[in-house]
């Protein structure tokens, strides 16, 4: 079992930058694949990026060049860097761990969900 607890969201302005943070409790954290996914009102869970345990790291098209994702073992913490903020940013982002394989860029890939933190970029 995996806990979740994400932090770091606010509002920024159009081209700034935010870092969330993912702490997480319980065993073998370094085995999991972690993830960033979002959510916008009234649209789909969407996948941002994703980390393994090799810190081997995949984006999706839309934060590629934007964004990065890093994990560091020693604090069992994920964090997602964000710079060039847009306001089609905006939305709760969710922190996700699971044992994926591949892209791992699908929710079914992933078991354990934090409960989210906003993010608002204003134009």
């Known amino acids: 079992q995996v806990q979740l607890v994400e932090s770091g969201g606010g509002l920024v302005q159009t081209g700034g930058s935010l870092r969330l943070s993912c702490a997480a409790s319980?065993?073998?954290?370094?085995?999991?694949?972690m993830a960033w996914f979002r959510q916008a009102p009234g649209k789909e869970r969407e996948f941002v990026a994703r980390?393994?345990?090799?810190?081997?790291?995949y984006y999706a098209e839309s934060v590629k060049g934007r964004f990065a994702i890093s994990r560091d073992n020693a604090k069992n913490t994920v964090y997602l860097q964000m710079n060039s903020l847009k306001p089609e940013d905006t939305a709760v982002y969710y922190c996700?761990?699971?044992?994926?394989?591949?892209?791992?860029?699908?929710?079914?890939?992933?078991?354990?969900w934090g409960q989210g933190t906003q993010v608002t970029v204003s134009s």
């Open positions: 319980g065993r073998a954290f370094n085995s999991y694949f």
């Open positions: 980390i393994t345990w090799g810190r081997s790291t």
């Open positions: 996700a761990a699971g044992r994926g394989s591949g892209t791992a860029s699908a929710p079914n890939d992933y078991n354990f």
